[in-house]
């Protein structure tokens, strides 16, 4: 065979026979059409993992009242922060270690232990008989739930590189809408024994733990994801005994040496040195930038929550749990449909940096009109909260999913999983900021409802504009910048 027959053979992708990875790769090129049934397990799987993130935001008003922990009612927004971000801190502490273990030995256990895991600890917080319970509950149901940073490197990895960016957004839908659905199922079914007497009475499991029937619903649901995830097909590389190709590569080398054949030595040397992930700036500058957007989405989920029940009296809108759930109901569905019909098209169009700094440019007058919302009551008000509501969490989505891309493209997949480890860590550390200060802002600013300056609520979306405004200004460049190969 001569050099330039060699050359040709080694360009060809070599693929191993007992390589989960490879298996994939060879699907992907004899498959065409849009890949449905990768993209309904990616979705359904990171449901599961972001239903409970937020499902007790709803309740979490009335769950630290009925531990009678607060000694005033301005006092229960601080002791709901420290439950809210127990969850975030504990993710916060082991997401790169979730994030290596899937780069050593897959994404597929990884994300079945997540989902089981799910299973346990939410209904153990459901359960919840004091305010440490309950703190510890969510910290194990974070620290132990390494799901969400594999699963964003293996949406990257299932798909043809022409339905990447449609991969990564079926993530980012997924994670938008448990956000929504969860504190929607949160609002309709806590307290059940009050709202559907007829059904669970008082001395029933359902009566003495009135938040444990949300909880249960989305472990249930997450006990059958769990068995349908072992059928997920692995997609990381692991090549074993790959000494036949090493020996034609070496024949090749010499032949070219002999020839003076001068070809890419990054196309046939062995496996180069890992790059270091701190050094890439285009990862490091979307994780920063992911981040703050993280730390603002974070803290306006769960003010949002506690500004809808708290009375009016305080500047809220002294709504039920029920009223919560339908709200953030009709907000889920136009997420599911923009990010499915319409933000694909906008990524091809403008690029995902410009779409995440519009998104977040957005977002600012829209956060602005939420205190005089308060002011509005009957079908007026539930029309208008819907629209903003709706409007709000696309924009945000949008925003992640735009992230997303930037960071799985800003590395090879062997550092992947390490790569959305370091993300989730950060991110989380900022979320797990978002529900104690937003707690803590929420109970201080009722407690200022005369000030001249920013009164009451304005006060809290004033500093949630603050955050959004400083995530747009880090869209721009020198300091975001996009991998170039």
Same mark, same amino acid.
């Given at each position: 065979?001569?050099?330039?027959?060699?050359?040709?053979?080694?360009?060809?992708?070599?693929?191993?026979?007992?390589?989960?990875?490879?298996?994939?790769?060879?699907?992907?090129?004899?498959?065409?059409?849009?890949?449905?049934?990768?993209?309904?397990? /990616?979705?359904?799987?990171?449901?599961?993992?972001?239903?409970?993130?937020?499902?007790?935001?709803?309740?979490?008003?009335?769950?630290?009242? +009925?531990?009678?922990?607060?000694?005033?009612?301005?006092?229960?927004?601080?002791?709901?922060?420290?439950?809210?971000?127990?969850?975030?801190?504990?993710?916060?502490?082991?997401?790169?270690?979730? &994030?290596?273990?899937?780069?050593?030995? &897959?994404?597929?256990?990884?994300?079945?232990?997540?989902?089981?895991?799910?299973?346990?600890?939410?209904?153990?917080?459901?359960?919840?008989?004091?305010?440490?319970?309950?703190?510890?509950?969510?910290?194990?149901?974070?620290?132990?739930?390494?799901?969400?940073?594999?699963?964003?490197?293996?949406?990257?990895?299932?798909?043809?590189?022409?339905?990447?960016?449609?991969?990564?957004?079926?993530?980012?839908?997924?994670?938008?809408?448990?956000? /929504?659905?969860?504190?929607?199922?949160?609002?309709?079914?806590?307290?059940?024994?009050?709202?559907?007497?007829?059904?669970?009475?008082?001395?029933?499991?359902?009566?003495?733990?009135?938040?444990?029937?949300?909880?249960? $619903?989305?472990?249930?649901?997450?006990?059958?994801?769990?068995?349908?995830?072992?059928?997920?097909?692995?997609?990381?590389?692991?090549?074993?005994?790959?000494?036949?190709?090493?020996?034609?590569?070496? +024949?090749?080398?010499?032949?070219?040496?002999?020839?003076?054949?001068?070809?890419?030595?990054?196309?046939?040397?062995?496996?180069?040195?890992?790059?270091?992930?701190?050094?890439?700036?285009?990862?490091?500058?979307?994780?920063? $930038?992911?981040?703050?957007?993280?730390?603002?989405?974070?803290?306006?989920?769960? /003010?949002?929550?506690?500004?809808?029940?708290?009375?009016?009296?305080?500047?809220?809108?002294?709504?039920?749990?029920?009223?919560?759930?339908?709200?953030?109901? /009709?907000?889920?569905?136009?997420?599911?449909?923009?990010?499915?019909?319409?933000?694909?098209?906008? +990524?091809?169009?403008?690029?995902?940096?410009?779409?995440?700094?519009?998104?977040?440019?957005?977002?600012?007058?829209?956060?602005?009109?939420?205190?005089?919302?308060?002011?509005?009551?009957?079908?007026?008000?539930?029309?208008? =909260?819907?629209?903003?509501?709706?409007?709000?969490?696309? =924009?945000?989505?949008?925003?992640? $999913?735009?992230?997303?891309?930037?960071?799985?493209?800003?590395? +090879?997949?062997?550092?992947?999983?390490?790569?959305?480890?370091?993300?989730?860590?950060?991110?989380?550390?900022?979320?797990?900021? &978002?529900?104690? &200060?937003?707690?803590?802002?929420?109970?201080?600013?009722?407690?200022?409802?005369?000030?001249?300056?920013?009164?009451?609520?304005?006060?809290?979306?004033?500093?949630?504009?603050?955050?959004?405004?400083?995530?747009?200004?880090?869209?721009?460049?020198?300091?975001?910048?996009?991998?170039?190969?």
């Amino acid at each position: 065979m001569g050099v330039e027959e060699q050359k040709e053979a080694l360009l060809q992708k070599h693929y191993y026979e007992n390589c989960p990875g490879c298996k994939v790769e060879k699907l992907k090129e004899s498959r065409r059409g849009l890949p449905i049934r990768e993209l309904v397990s /990616i979705w359904i799987v990171v449901l599961c993992s972001a239903l409970p993130i937020s499902s007790l935001y709803p309740f979490l008003y009335f769950m630290i009242r +009925d531990f009678h922990i607060a000694t005033r009612e301005e006092d229960i927004g601080y002791y709901a922060g420290c439950v809210g971000c127990s969850f975030l801190f504990g993710r916060a502490l082991t997401s790169i270690f979730w &994030g290596v273990v899937a780069d050593h030995y &897959g994404r597929k256990p990884v994300i079945i232990m997540g989902i089981i895991v799910v299973v346990i600890f939410n209904t153990l917080f459901g359960l919840s008989v004091n305010i440490w319970m309950a703190i510890t509950m969510r910290f194990l149901l974070g620290s132990l739930n390494g799901l969400l940073g594999p699963i964003k490197a293996y949406a990257n990895e299932i798909f043809r590189e022409e339905y990447q960016a449609l991969g990564v957004s079926a993530v980012s839908t997924a994670w938008g809408i448990g956000l /929504i659905l969860g504190p929607a199922l949160g609002g309709y079914l806590a307290q059940p024994a009050e709202k559907f007497p007829s059904i669970f009475s008082q001395e029933s499991v359902f009566g003495k733990f009135p938040y444990f029937l949300p909880c249960l $619903t989305i472990s249930v649901f997450a006990l059958v994801v769990s068995i349908a995830s072992c059928w997920l097909p692995e997609t990381l590389h692991m090549h074993h005994g790959s000494s036949e190709l090493d020996e034609s590569r070496k +024949d090749m080398e010499t032949a070219s040496l002999k020839s003076g054949v001068k070809c890419k030595t990054q196309e046939f040397e062995g496996k180069a040195p890992k790059k270091s992930l701190i050094r890439n700036w285009p990862l490091m500058s979307a994780i920063m $930038t992911y981040c703050v957007f993280s730390l603002h989405d974070m803290a306006y989920s769960e /003010i949002f929550s506690l500004w809808a029940v708290s009375p009016r009296r305080l500047g809220g809108l002294s709504y039920t749990t029920e009223d919560v759930g339908t709200v953030l109901s /009709i907000s889920g569905a136009g997420l599911l449909v923009f990010q499915t019909c319409l933000y694909p098209y906008l +990524d091809r169009l403008l690029g995902p940096v410009l779409v995440a700094r519009i998104c977040g440019i957005l977002s600012i007058p829209l956060l602005s009109s939420y205190p005089f919302i308060a002011m509005l009551t009957g079908i007026s008000l539930s029309i208008v =909260l819907n629209c903003a509501s709706v409007a709000k969490n696309v =924009l945000s989505v949008s925003v992640f $999913t735009s992230l997303f891309l930037l960071q799985n493209k800003a590395v +090879d997949q062997d550092q992947r999983g390490a790569a959305n480890g370091i993300a989730m860590t950060a991110m989380s550390l900022f979320k797990a900021v &978002g529900p104690a &200060g937003g707690g803590a802002i929420f109970s201080w600013a009722q407690k200022r409802q005369d000030a001249a300056f920013l009164p009451g609520d304005q006060m809290v979306f004033f500093i949630l504009n603050v955050v959004e405004a400083i995530g747009v200004l880090m869209t721009f460049k020198p300091f975001l910048v996009e991998r170039r190969d």
